[in-house]
């Protein structure tokens, strides 16, 4: 039986996984060891809707005590500077994986040429609106948002909160992992003391300490998907600037570049490959797109996932089992998932795992980072926005994988639903949404349809319409702030089960 579990790293996803067990499992012993010299990455500022839904539903924490001490702003989804049109947008809300009762067809096939105001949170988005306004002037806010986060301040609060529910965090470098037939046998400190557990959590980063390191589990590399390995990143303070409350992903010449926005600054990074541009470069290509930008910082990279990520008693979590580049801002979305499958899964066997449970959690490990891995092929294989020898090969070469299947269906009978239930596991992060946004916005080609009728479009237009008064009347991410942040704003914690 599992009693007492140590978690090596102290980066979001050692605090986060360390916060599952505690709130789920409250006897178990928590220590987190984690070096404050060695550091965190760092980086990793959006998310998806899992992990407000991870910390205000599963976990219970209240929204208004993070907003106010994270100082969070919004992110209605992902404005693409990509494929032909001047852009296209990808919310968490249902544009293209939905169908209006008075319309003949899905919405996607009404979007061959216009693609905007489709759904509410679409048309916030185009006028930098976070949220629709109340009667009573309050923003009305539902689940189709993710956070833009800064990730130390980040890190800290969950730091604090992992200390209130009782978990021990240690400020130790680990000099030596000690081996034996169990798996890991103990942590031996730089200070010479050994620390031991019943279960190892390696949320050390890019590292992998115990699980690519002591455990040497092998590594599948995403490279014939994914080619970037390398972020510049640099931002400013914000001055004039509106707060956008999207992320932006513009397509760059060996790769794409994000913008996120928080309050006071405003945070920008080139993601590329050293196959197809230098460092110096594609630092050049940065600053020229975005002049204001201060001091820049390297990031080194390479995506890809170890073949299992729970070996004998030790599980990866975060970067040190797998990591994809940012394009869908899925690092914190996966350590989410990770953290709440473990907890589950040692609450289900009275924290006495068996092997046929460690099985099935490391099939829905490899199985998610694969998903990711191949929706985000989808992306590269498709841009018709650039052409340059990087877009070139990841038209001609990137490996979409198990999203081959969605695109051929797509191709032959166009944004169509009727292909959701069976092209596409149950726990598909991104779902027939997903895929139809990113094949409709990029304006791949499909078998030809018969033209909309002229009903049909007044119809469509008048649905766009009101999305868009709906925007123009709603809150701005400042204004959006104030309200929340107000100790008497009333949340509704139903939105986040
Ligand atoms: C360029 C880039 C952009 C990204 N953008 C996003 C994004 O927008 N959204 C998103 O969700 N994710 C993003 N990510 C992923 C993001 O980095 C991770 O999701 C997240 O920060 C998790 O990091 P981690 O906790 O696994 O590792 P880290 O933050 O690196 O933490 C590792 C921890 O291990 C400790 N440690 C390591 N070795 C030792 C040792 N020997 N002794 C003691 N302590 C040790 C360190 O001190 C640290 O506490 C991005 C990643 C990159 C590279």
């Given at each position: 039986?599992?009693?007492?579990?140590?978690?090596l790293?102290?980066?979001?996803?050692?605090?986060?996984?360390?916060?599952?067990?505690?709130?789920?499992?409250?006897?178990?012993?928590?220590?987190?060891?984690?070096?404050?010299?060695?550091?965190?990455?760092?980086?990793?500022e959006?998310?998806?809707?899992?992990?407000?839904?991870?910390?205000?539903?599963?976990?219970?924490?209240?929204?208004?005590?993070?907003?106010?001490?994270?100082?969070?702003?919004?992110?209605?989804?992902?404005?693409?500077?990509?494929?032909?049109?001047?852009h296209?947008?990808?919310?968490?809300?249902?544009?293209?994986?939905?169908?209006?009762?008075?319309?003949?067809?899905?919405?996607?096939?009404?979007?061959?040429?216009?693609?905007?105001?489709?759904?509410?949170?679409?048309?916030?988005?185009?006028?930098?609106?976070?949220?629709?306004?109340?009667?009573?002037?309050?923003?009305?806010?539902?689940?189709?948002?993710?956070?833009?986060?800064?990730?130390?301040?980040?890190v800290?609060w969950?730091?604090?909160?992992a200390e209130?529910?009782?978990?021990?965090?240690?400020?130790?470098?680990?000099?030596?992992v000690?081996?034996?037939?169990?798996?890991?046998?103990?942590?031996?400190?730089?200070?010479?003391?050994?620390?031991?557990?019943?279960?190892?959590?390696?949320?050390?980063?890019?590292?992998?300490?115990?699980?690519?390191?002591?455990?040497?589990e092998?590594?599948?590399?995403?490279?014939?998907?994914?080619?970037?390995?390398?972020?510049?990143?640099?931002?400013?303070?914000?001055?004039?600037?509106?707060?956008?409350?999207?992320?932006?992903?513009?397509?760059?010449?060996a790769?794409?570049?994000?913008?996120?926005?928080?309050?006071?600054?405003?945070?920008?990074?080139?993601?590329?490959?050293?196959?197809?541009?230098?460092?110096?470069?594609?630092?050049?290509?940065?600053?020229?797109?975005?002049?204001?930008v201060?001091?820049?910082?390297?990031?080194?990279?390479?995506t890809?996932?170890?073949?299992?990520?729970?070996?004998?008693?030790?599980?990866?979590?975060?970067?040190?089992?797998?990591?994809?580049?940012?394009?869908?801002?899925?690092?914190?979305?996966?350590?989410?998932d990770?953290?709440?499958?473990?907890?589950?899964?040692?609450?289900?066997?009275?924290?006495?795992?068996?092997?046929?449970?460690?099985?099935?959690?490391?099939?829905?490990?490899?199985?998610?980072?694969?998903?990711?891995?191949?929706?985000?092929?989808?992306?590269?294989?498709?841009?018709t926005?650039?052409?340059?020898?990087?877009?070139?090969?990841?038209?001609?070469t990137?490996?979409?994988?198990?999203?081959?299947?969605?695109?051929?269906?797509?191709?032959?009978?166009?944004?169509?639903?009727?292909?959701k239930?069976?092209?596409?596991?149950?726990?598909?992060?991104?779902?027939?949404?997903?895929?139809?946004?990113?094949?409709?916005?990029?304006?791949?080609?499909?078998?030809?349809?018969?033209?909309?009728?002229?009903?049909?479009?007044r119809?469509?237009?008048?649905?766009?319409?009101?999305?868009r008064?709906?925007?123009?009347?709603?809150?701005?991410?400042?204004?959006?702030?104030?309200a929340?942040?107000?100790?008497?704003?009333?949340?509704?914690?139903?939105?986040?089960?």
């Amino acid at each position: 039986m599992i009693r007492d579990v140590l978690v090596l790293g102290g980066g979001s996803a050692g605090f986060l996984a360390a916060l599952a067990l505690k709130v789920k499992l409250p006897e178990l012993g928590v220590t987190v060891v984690r070096s404050k010299e060695i550091g965190v990455i760092g980086v990793g500022e959006a998310t998806t809707v899992a992990l407000p839904r991870f910390l205000h539903g599963y976990l219970g924490f209240d929204p208004g005590d993070f907003y106010r001490r994270v100082e969070t702003t919004w992110k209605l989804g992902i404005r693409f500077l990509w494929g032909r049109r001047p852009h296209f947008d990808y919310t968490f809300g249902y544009q293209l994986d939905w169908k209006w009762s008075n319309l003949p067809r899905c919405n996607g096939y009404y979007c061959a040429d216009d693609f905007s105001y489709v759904d509410v949170p679409s048309a916030l988005m185009s006028h930098d609106r976070a949220f629709v306004r109340l009667p009573d002037g309050t923003p009305h806010v539902t689940i189709n948002h993710a956070y833009h986060i800064e990730n130390e301040k980040f890190v800290g609060w969950l730091e604090a909160k992992a200390e209130e529910l009782g978990v021990v965090a240690r400020d130790e470098v680990v000099a030596e992992v000690l081996r034996d037939e169990t798996g890991v046998a103990g942590l031996r400190l730089a200070t010479g003391e050994t620390c031991r557990a019943d279960l190892y959590l390696d949320c050390s980063g890019f590292r992998s300490a115990l699980l690519g390191g002591a455990l040497g589990e092998p590594y599948t590399s995403f490279k014939t998907t994914l080619f970037n390995n390398r972020a510049v990143t640099g931002g400013w303070a914000r001055t004039t600037e509106p707060t956008r409350p999207y992320t932006t992903a513009e397509s760059m010449a060996a790769g794409w570049c994000w913008q996120i926005d928080h309050l006071d600054r405003i945070n920008r990074g080139y993601v590329y490959s050293s196959d197809f541009i230098t460092d110096e470069e594609a630092e050049r290509e940065f600053r020229a797109k975005n002049p204001k930008v201060g001091s820049t910082r390297l990031i080194k990279f390479v995506t890809g996932r170890h073949h299992r990520s729970w070996v004998k008693n030790v599980v990866g979590i975060g970067n040190a089992a797998g990591f994809v580049e940012p394009l869908e801002s899925t690092g914190l979305a996966v350590i989410c998932d990770e953290s709440r499958l473990l907890a589950e899964l040692l609450l289900e066997c009275d924290r006495t795992p068996t092997p046929s449970l460690i099985d099935g959690y490391n099939r829905i490990y490899a199985r998610e980072w694969d998903n990711i891995r191949d929706f985000l092929g989808v992306h590269f294989k498709f841009n018709t926005r650039y052409d340059t020898p990087y877009w070139r090969a990841c038209r001609e070469t990137a490996d979409i994988g198990h999203a081959r299947a969605v695109v051929d269906f797509y191709q032959e009978n166009g944004p169509s639903l009727y292909g959701k239930s069976n092209l596409l596991h149950n726990n598909d992060i991104f779902g027939m949404e997903g895929y139809l946004c990113l094949l409709v916005g990029q304006q791949v080609p499909y078998r030809a349809r018969p033209a909309p009728t002229a009903q049909e479009l007044r119809l469509w237009d008048g649905i766009k319409a009101e999305n868009r008064v709906k925007a123009l009347t709603g809150l701005t991410v400042e204004e959006s702030f104030r309200a929340v942040t107000a100790p008497t704003f009333a949340w509704n914690m139903d939105i986040y089960k």
